[in-house]
């Protein structure tokens, strides 16, 4: 059975492109991968499905009575609600139910008896549907998934706004599989989610009895829990059925079959156009040149998709920095409270460390407290000689309405245009991404920008805080090999040890110095 069905889709932005003519459909129970490139229009795609964007063309169709379950990459909580309170918002609709129940019992003792029957029908369906819906146990099965998504030992009691950006996505993801929806749609769920939320969500997608499309870059992650892919490439989606593996050696021998096509093609038209004009003027052969013309004229050309361009990844390393990049003494970092028990690290010139652990633990205010731009609560830091640090933050601003070309021009006055283009053309920007404002491009592009800056600085520190988050392959890829490559210091925030382990020298478990319970 058709859940969503999808006919002739085709949309853009001003005069860039983003679907033309695409068709989609999902069935009862399928688990789909939604991938494709930065930019893409994957994240769209899911904005004009679940209504909050009216496309330019096309049809969609949902089954009826399906209830849907969307978690955005940008969603925001409202202040002043508690972890408990999100979380019991996905059964408004039982608690609602509730009120309408005990309204009918407040009535029955002031109506007559045909008026008391209907009620007590009414009565009853209800009762049933609360019962259906394990109402009376709603608190249990609250703590049940707080416990699996680490939320319990943060305080169910805990403001929403004094989260970290992991904590806010795993309440969000709690609330919405609680809600139970007939389809989840899920962007980007694994980013700001730790290596142990990650496999549980794994084991839970695998189990999940309904219908899901999952937007992701996570490739082990995808292939454990998806049996479709569905691939965006320029401006068409294709089905494959199988894992993104799977998919990957399907579409590379279609790949290679379509460019022998072409070639073939090309070599068979370049023949014909040379017969063409060398026997069009004689009369003894313009006939045959006039049927090669109509072959040639009814031909359905080969179209290779242009080439996306690929990442180029290179960090420009500056002057050698004295032996120690940073020391700390007794440094117990926090805001209200201490997240850390005193902290006396090291880090030396050369040394790659990764920092691990769940989030909110204080990985983000232990790197920002070492760079000055959050007071420790106690303790001091001592920063090296020398010290050129690029540093990459998790999160941007997603208001930001400057353009990319002035983003990289006010960091960078002295280039000129042509080398403001080439940087960004070098981290995978098309000259379309390039003329837009950074709020409309997608997470990926907006940290193409922002990893932009930091290689074209001269740097002989780098602080990365959840770089391959948003990332396609292809520039995650391309940011672990120039990360090889670099010959200076890294501190690396990262939960995807299939991309740290390759790069750092050690890691840092930050769980073992934490105050806080996870």
């Known amino acids: 059975m058709s859940i969503l069905n999808v006919e002739h889709l085709s949309h853009g ?43 330019d063309e096309g049809k969609i169709e949902w089954a009826k009575n399906v209830r849907v379950g969307y978690l955005d990459q940008h969603t925001v909580l409202e202040k002043g609600m508690t972890i408990r309170e999100v979380l019991k918002s996905a059964f408004s609709w039982l608690f609602e139910l509730e009120t309408k129940m005990n309204e009918i019992c407040d009535r029955l003792g ?52 004094d989260l970290s950006g992991g904590q806010r996505t795993r309440i969000l993801l709690g609330k919405l599989l609680l809600e139970k929806p007939d389809i989840l749609l899920l962007d ?23 219908a899901f499309v999952l937007i992701s870059h996570d490739i082990p992650f995808l292939n454990e829990v998806v049996n479709i892919i569905y691939h965006m490439e320029n401006q068409e989606l294709n089905r494959y059925v199988g894992d993104y593996d799977n998919f990957q050696k399907i579409y590379e021998v279609k790949k290679a079959q379509l460019e022998a096509a072409y070639k073939k093609q090309q070599q068979e038209i370049s023949q014909l156009k040379d017969f063409v004009a060398r026997n069009k003027a004689r009369v003894s052969t313009r006939n045959m040149a006039m049927s090669r013309q109509k072959k040639l004229d009814k031909m359905d050309v080969i179209e290779l998709a ?44 050369g040394q790659k460390i990764a920092l691990t652990g769940a989030n909110g633990i204080g990985k983000t205010t232990l790197i920002k407290s070492i760079l000055g731009l959050v007071p420790p609560l106690s303790g001091k830091c001592e920063l090296g000689e020398n010290l ?26 002295s280039y000129t245009q042509y080398e403001v283009r080439s940087a960004l053309a070098k981290c995978g920007l098309t000259t379309k991404h390039i003329e837009s404002q950074i709020r409309v491009l997608s997470g990926g592009e907006q940290a193409k920008v922002r990893l932009c800056k930091i290689l074209n600085k001269e740097t002989n520190v780098l602080m990365l805080d959840e770089p391959t988050n948003h990332l396609d392959v292809d520039a995650k890829d391309s940011l672990k090999k120039a990360l090889q490559e670099y010959r200076g210091t890294l501190l690396l925030i990262c939960h995807e040890p299939e991309f740290y382990q390759d790069i750092v020298n050690a890691v840092w478990d930050c769980s073992k110095w934490t105050t806080k319970i996870v």
């Open 13 to 55: 932005f001003g005069d860039r492109a983003i679907f033309h003519d695409v068709s989609f459909r999902l069935l009862k129970g399928e688990h789909i991968g939604l991938v494709g490139a930065n930019g893409e229009g994957k994240s769209t795609f899911f904005n004009i499905v679940t209504g909050k964007l009216q496309p």
């Open 110 to 161: 002031d109506v007559d008896e045909d008026t008391m029957m209907t009620l007590m029908d009414e009565l009853g369906t209800i009762q049933d549907t609360l019962t259906m819906h394990d109402f009376y146990v709603i608190d249990a099965k609250v703590e049940e998934v707080a416990r699996a998504l680490g939320l319990l030992d943060l305080g169910l009691d805990k403001d929403v706004t």
């Open 188 to 210: 980007e769920p694994t980013n700001y989610l730790d290596e142990e939320h990650i496999n549980w969500l794994k084991r839970y997608l695998t189990e999940y009895e309904n």
């Open 306 to 349: 242009a080439e996306r361009p690929k990442p180029e990844f290179h960090f420009r390393l500056g002057r050698t920095p004295g032996k120690y990049i940073f020391e700390t003494k007794d440094f117990v970092i926090g805001y209200d409270e201490p997240l850390s028990r005193p902290l006396n690290l090291t880090l030396e010139r």
């Open 388 to 413: 050129l640090t690029g540093y990459f933050e998790q999160e941007a601003d997603h208001n930001n309405r400057t353009t990319c070309i002035d983003e990289i021009w006010e960091e960078f006055p």
